[in-house]
């Protein structure tokens, strides 16, 4: 039986804004140089909130760079390997810390939300693991969570664990809800679907540049496995399908950020990495884009320049599209199918308390079976027999 809900129900979309303007901040990487890459991410963060923008984002592992670039193996020198490896960790960022409280202070002084890429070491006692993470701050430039990319795709298994369910969510803000995934995660259905389920108003995608497999067309010869694509809106590259899709399918705006790293962004130390067989950064071209609930560009897709894309995003767009289409609601046919979502962490050792007792639980007396005997039909030997099995189980777990 349906009750009422006793405490008043907030249905504002948006926060009860008309609008908010968001910004998707298209910055290069700067390699193995974290204090500069915090710093630069400051001043572009002040400068969006300078702009009017109430929320920022910027690309997949900005901070220090995207590491799968470097795609090393057991074929790769080993002082080169090593090089790269050893600075990813050095340069990675842990939660929180004082990089988090320098990146946090500037969203706190541009009057912000920001979804920063990085790459996290975890903060685990001895743990030296990487994720790559997103970190959701405030306005008031506290953390209010992080994504750890659930699934690293192909060679970036060499660099990151698999996060876990536990920071799969959406954030309630006074702009309205906002979510994030990463890269191929918009390509995991369930993991899509979760995310959207939550009630996204806004949501963040970050990505490691814009590409074409290089497959090319029939007759044609075939090129690398990852080639930079700069084509007008983003074809061939199957992240611009992705995120349009999503923003049509969650009834939420989409900020894209793609990354973009090019030679001079290298520091002078790590410039010998350009000529490594084992490099491949030709496809960090950017490419980001800001989409509306109706899946429209409203920031067509940028390429090989820094910049910042402005939106702003209306609350009736969002009203409108779910007149039409309503994943949450009409369109949902939970009597069908529905999803299940296992929100607790990962632990390598979860502590056991010695004095825990057994739950409590009374044995019924006669009357009491002899009454649901009765109700029930069902045998009272039968009823006997089985409570006093279940006494001598709990009588057993309790030594």
Known sequence: MWEVNTQKINKKVMGGKEKVRVAAIQASQIVFNKEKSIQKACRLI??????????????????PVYPAYYTGGWESPLEEWMAWNVNLQDHSVVIPSEDTEIIGQACRE?????????????????SRTLYNTQIMFGKDGKVLGRHRKLMPTYTE????????????????????RIGSLICWEHHTILVRAAQMLMGEEFHISNWPGNWSIGSGKPGEKKGTVM???????????DLQFAIREYAFEAGSFVISVSGLLREED???QFKDFITSDHMNFKWAVGGSAIVNPFGEYLAEPVFNQETILYADCYANDIKAVKALF??????????????????????????????????????????????????????LKKLETLATK????LTAASR
């Open 46 to 63: 002040k400068e969006a909130g300078a702009n009017g923008a109430e929320l920022v984002a910027f690309s997949e592992t900005f901070i």
């Open 227 to 237: 080639e930079g694509s700069t084509n007008s809106l983003g074809y061939p590259c």
């Open 326 to 379: 309503d994943g949450l609601g009409h369109y949902s046919r939970p009597d069908v199918t529905r999803l299940l979502v296992k929100t607790t962490p990962n632990e390598n050792v979860i502590p056991l308390a010695e004095s825990v007792a057994p739950p409590s639980i009374t044995i019924p007396s006669y009357t009491d079976l002899k009454r649901i005997s009765e109700t029930f039909e069902v045998s």
């Open 157 to 176: 298994r060499t660099y990151w664990g698999w996060g876990d369910g536990s920071d799969l969510k959406v954030y309630d803000t006074d702009i309205g």
């Open 266 to 268: 290298f520091e002078p």
């Open 390 to 393: 279940v006494e001598e189980l």
């Open 110 to 126: 541009a009057g912000v939300y920001c979804v920063m890429g990085v790459n996290e070491l975890d903060d685990k006692t001895g």
